[in-house]
């Protein structure tokens, strides 16, 4: 199926790699870096393999894991593949997450030079006790000067990772640090709640009972008083979990996974998209590199999505955007959709306050916002 946003694919590169890893951390990422250089060697000839897939790009998503666990040459090295096999918008959005134990000064003002211009720096919090909690490796202290060195660096298009609605959090602990971050004026920010996935240490201990999670009234009272919060002082609330000064300083690539734009993943558990097909590579760096060994995609699994799925998918992502769902666009591309049918529980969630329809749009509330997975199901 033909994608009806005409937007330019976006390339994702995922770093498998950690100093040490969070207790409540799901991705796939390995502790020792011994396999780095077989690791590069498998990435740039997968990035071969998929030199004629997708004609240009026009952002560059560098994940994790911890990219920053990377030398300044190794990033350099990266980039400079990647803009030889694929091609690349002039204005491309570069974005790079990195750990604020990882970076000074002098390592951020040379990924400025080499093209970076986004950075996505994971603070998770300016509380000392809950970063303990949950096992960073960096101090507050640390957090700030991170923040500092990358504006002195350049760099103007920062953004910062937060999380919130965790076990021993007061609303007053977590809005200090809304409150301290704001004060940094940075352009964007992703306040994520803190969810416990199944096979992580958390869980494990979450089981064993050693503490229970904020309840639900109280995680929408978190939600709630962050998106008031920011939005008082200037953000755009433009995503369930993120914040940006102006939609100019929104993630353009993050978008892309909103709106069924295409994107390539590489690396070891990077996921793709194209059209109506979807997949994923191996979560282990032994496998992914024996498959490129061997000559073929390091591929795990994947799946075509009926017209059915790809309907219901794009209902999900599109109400937890600011900006909805644009009615006649959705009704064009998927015809079967019974709008009529759901007249009477669109209005229900209009009168309580969930959702509006506005300029041709349906569009959550901060409200709707606050259980925006819900609302997918109308």
């Given at each position: ?17 950690c ?21 590069f060697?498998?990435?740039f000839?997968?990035?071969d ?6 004609n240009?790009f ?169 998106s ?19 939609m ?60 059915e ?20 666009d ?16 669109l ?10 329809i ?21």
């Open positions: 199926m033909e994608n009806i946003n005409n937007h330019l694919p976006g390339l994702y590169i995922h770093i498998p790699f100093r040490s890893k969070c207790p409540y951390c799901s991705f796939f990422s390995v502790t020792s870096l011994a396999e780095k250089s077989n690791f060697n498998a990435l000839r997968e990035m393999m998929y030199r004629d897939a997708f240009r026009d952002t560059i998503y560098i994940g994790g894991g911890t990219p920053s666990v990377l030398t300044v040459q190794e990033v350099e090295e990266l980039l400079t593949r990647a803009r030889r096999c694929f091609t690349m918008g002039e204005d491309a959005e570069i974005t790079m997450e990195v750990n604020p134990g990882d970076i000074d000064l002098n390592y951020l003002k040379a990924l400025s030079l080499m093209g970076i211009n986004r950075l996505n720096i994971g603070i998770q919090s300016l509380d000392e006790d809950i970063l303990r909690f949950l096992g960073r490796r960096h101090s507050v202290a640390q957090g700030i000067s991170a923040i500092e060195a990358a504006r002195k660096a350049g760099f103007r298009n920062i953004g910062i990772d937060l999380v919130y609605a965790i076990p021993g959090q007061d609303m007053k602990s977590w809005m200090n640090t809304v409150d301290k971050v704001k004060s940094f004026d940075v352009e964007h920010l992703s306040c994520y709640q803190l969810s416990i996935d199944s096979g992580t240490d958390l869980k494990n201990r979450q089981v064993a009972g050693e503490f229970d999670m904020p309840g639900e009234d109280m995680q929408v009272e978190f939600f709630l008083n962050t008031l919060t920011l939005e008082s002082v200037g953000y755009i609330h433009y995503e369930v979990s993120n914040f940006a000064k102006g100019t300083l929104a993630s353009r690539h993050n978008q892309k996974y909103w709106d069924q734009t295409p994107f390539l993943g590489l690396g070891p558990a990077a996921h793709s998209f194209r059209e109506n097909r979807r997949w994923w590579n191996h979560s282990s760096i032994e496998r992914y590199t024996q498959d490129i060994k061997d000559g073929k995609p390091p591929v795990d699994l994947s799946e075509m999505l009926s017209p799925q790809l309907c219901l998918e794009a209902m999900f992502l599109g109400l937890r955007t600011k900006k909805g769902i644009h009615i006649e959705f009704s064009r591309r998927y015809t079967f959709y019974n709008w009529a049918g759901r007249k009477d529980i209005t229900k969630l209009e009168e309580d306050g969930f959702v509006e506005a300029d041709g749009y349906l569009k959550p509330t901060r409200k709707g916002l606050a259980v925006a997975d819900s609302l997918a199901l109308i």
